[in-house]
């Protein structure tokens, strides 16, 4: 796993590189006009963004092995938890005009959980910049919250392109890249294999359901009880 880890990230890393290289080049060279290099710096500014996006993520995933014994459990209302996400997340989706809201159902509203916010925050950070990423513009994206006596559960569905069939039994293995309508380069594989093991930390697990052209919904499971948690994990 280390090696397979130290080989994706240096390939994942040399391609923005190479490509920034290129364009910078660009920017120097006395042939290209100011809408040329314009363009270059344009993409240079996308895959600077993409190479901190990775970095961001293989600090998660070096991580992970640490998060259970690490976990630093504290008891927080689950709704400012979800409705600080959104806000987080709203600018990114009103510039593709997509219609992204909170729902609270009258189960979740008043929920209490124990559980470790920076962490969780990675895990559905993960799945909201994904659910806007490949949601077209004027596209719809929610993020739920129900409980029951038991379980807490938390829901981020979208009107995306959706997950190959053939991609879902996969899809939170680490280093694994969904099928070409995903289009997935950038991240290495790594974003919903850290999401998932955040999520099993917690003594909860997370589910997908996606059609192709319709849309994804992600459903993570958290348990109520804090020694169930424990248990759950152990």
């Not at 920017?27 to 600077?48: M, Q, S």
């Not at 009107?159 to 890249?177: A, M, R, V």
């Not at 070409?180 to 955040?198: C, N």
């Amino acid at each position: 796993v280390k090696e397979k880890f130290i080989t994706t990230a240096s390939h994942h890393l040399r391609t923005p590189l190479t490509v920034i290289k290129g364009y910078t080049e660009m920017l120097n060279d006395p042939k290209i006009d100011i809408e040329g290099k314009e363009k270059a710096r344009r993409n240079i500014l996308k895959h600077t963004e993409e190479l901190e996006d990775l970095a961001e993520k293989l600090i998660h995933l070096a991580s992970i092995q640490t998060i259970a014994e690490n976990l630093r459990l504290r008891t927080e209302s689950l709704t400012p938890f979800l409705e600080k996400a959104t806000k987080q997340y709203a600018t990114q989706a009103q510039k593709k005009r997509i219609d992204f809201r909170y729902v609270v159902d009258a189960t979740a509203k008043d929920v209490h959980l124990e559980f470790y916010p920076e962490q969780l925050h990675i895990a559905l950070a993960n799945l909201l910049s994904n659910a806007i990423k490949y949601t077209p513009k004027g596209g719809i994206i929610r993020l739920k919250a129900t409980a029951n006596d038991t379980h807490v559960f938390i829901v981020v569905s979208d009107t995306g392109k959706g997950i190959p069939p053939e991609d879902i039994s996969n899809l939170f293995s680490s280093f694994y890249h969904a099928g070409s309508p995903l289009d997935v380069q950038e991240g290495a594989g790594i974003g919903l294999f850290v999401t998932k093991e955040i999520i099993r930390a917690h003594g909860g697990n997370i589910s997908v359901q996606s059609q192709l052209g319709k849309g994804t919904t992600f459903t993570i499971k958290l348990p109520r009880n804090s020694v169930s948690q424990l248990l759950t994990y152990l």
